[in-house]
């Protein structure tokens, strides 16, 4: 009976739904709206006293109609029919009761339309009535409403984005058509949501609990390793397609890979098809970390082309920095890091040259005079100063000469001193006290 039921309720609401758009306000039925006030509000109360039954009789009477009512109406439904849904334990009315409330959501998005509240009460309540499913076309349903709920960052509990991970993986045991790297995307998405809603050094442990269950239903869906994407991709690495790039950046984003040349050569071919500054980065930095700086210096240098904030142009400049000092290059070091100071990151910059001043004491020692060789820490001292960088002044005034040794050169305190070879900088001679 329940069945034939709820055929002739879908029947029924594909035709209203074409029938009208989003109202504004409510759209009472002509000649009933005082009866259809009146069950609306014992649908309300019965519901809000536990009796979903009763309301849904007041529900399906509303819905015959008046099915342009407003929004609420369904709301209302979906609430009516989770909460049967829950407690019925007859298993095909269960699953009729778990059907009804997500259409009614269905009905209410074609309507009304979706807003991001209803996108997180759909995918919690779908989720709620049909985790149980295993059918081909329960995890489809639910699959497709928890993506789109968490790819448009809708507000969800925990359970519900781990809930996502775990369809993913029932839906691809089953056979469905799921890709690699929808997996991946998948894994990644739900870690970001589960950071945004699991906040606070309180909830450190909470929040690694549900990233370790993500993790596992991750490897159940897909067994990701090294090994399995060399075998996959190395043969082309050469001759990689940007999309393929992308796929192959995506899997190893994922997976403890020390292969580098299958990551550069999968960001170059990416880079063909979608060059962005992230992306210019991580190939620098890998070549930074293979001691390839010429290279890493040109896709620092690209990377201009794509900055658009100060910040981000600051960070190229200091990356540079650090490639020029890699290639002792001090002099053009240091110009890279006074460029990122014009820009904002006065800290981070002056800091930089001021480690470039300390680490050059050998370089410019000349054994001659003991005032003039330690003037280089004067110097990093000045530059530490600029950074407010406390720590490293201590530490290069420890270094200072000291005042006997002003003395004993005849030196007075104050006076100019021109520093020689790259740091040709002038700093006014002082002595430490021990």
Avoid at 19 to 31: C, V
Wanted: charged share 25%.
């Amino acid at each position: 009976m329940m069945r034939s039921l709820l055929l002739f309720y879908l029947a029924f609401f594909m035709l209203a739904a074409n029938s009208a758009n989003a109202q504004d306000g409510w759209k009472w039925p002509a000649g009933k709206e005082s009866e259809a006030k009146g069950i609306y509000e014992k649908m309300g109360t019965a519901l809000k006293g536990g009796d979903a039954n009763s309301a849904r009789a007041q529900l399906v009477w509303l819905l015959n109609e008046a099915p342009d009512l407003s929004p609420e109406l369904y709301e209302q439904g979906a609430k009516v029919y989770r909460e049967l849904a829950l407690k019925e334990e007859g298993s095909m009315l269960k699953k009729t009761y778990a059907d009804s409330c997500v259409f009614l959501y269905d009905v209410r998005k074609q309507k009304f339309g979706a807003s991001d509240e209803m996108l997180a009460d759909h995918a919690s309540d779908a989720y709620a009535v049909l985790k149980k499913y295993r059918s081909l076309s329960s995890l489809n349903y639910l699959h497709t409403i928890l993506k789109e709920a968490v790819e448009k960052g809708a507000d969800l509990k925990p359970d519900v984005l781990l809930g996502y991970m775990k369809t993913t993986n029932y839906f691809k045991s089953k056979g469905a058509p799921v890709s690699d790297i929808e997996v991946v995307r998948c894994f990644k998405a739900v870690n970001e949501g589960l950071e945004r809603k699991i906040t606070g050094a309180a909830n450190k442990k909470v929040l690694a609990k549900y990233k370790h269950l993500n993790k596992s239903y991750f490897n159940k869906a897909l067994p990701l390793t090294c090994e399995y994407v060399q075998s996959k991709y190395q043969a082309k690495a050469d001759a990689l397609t940007p999309e393929e790039g992308e796929e192959v950046l995506t899997l190893l984003s994922v997976v403890e890979c020390s292969d580098k040349s299958l990551f550069l050569k999968a960001s170059e071919a990416m880079l063909k098809g979608k060059p962005s500054l992230g992306l210019l980065n991580k190939i620098a930095a890998q070549m930074m970390d293979s001691k390839n700086y010429d290279k890493a210096l040109e896709n620092y240098k690209k990377g201009f082309e794509f900055a658009k904030t100060d910040a981000e142009k600051a960070d190229l400049h200091l990356a540079m920095a650090s490639a020029y000092a890699k290639k002792k290059q001090k002099a053009q070091a240091r110009k890279e890091a006074l460029e990122a100071a014009k820009l904002g990151s006065a800290k981070k910059a002056y800091t930089f040259v001021g480690d470039l001043y300390m680490g050059s004491f050998l370089q410019l020692k000349q054994g001659k005079n003991r005032v003039h060789d330690h003037a280089i820490y004067i110097a990093a001292y000045n530059m530490y100063k600029k950074a407010g960088n406390s720590a490293g002044m201590k530490k290069a005034k420890a270094n200072w000469p000291k005042k006997e040794h002003l003395f004993s050169y005849s030196i007075k305190e104050g006076t100019p001193y021109k520093i020689g070879g790259w740091v040709g900088t002038t700093v006014k001679l002082v002595g430490r006290q021990y």
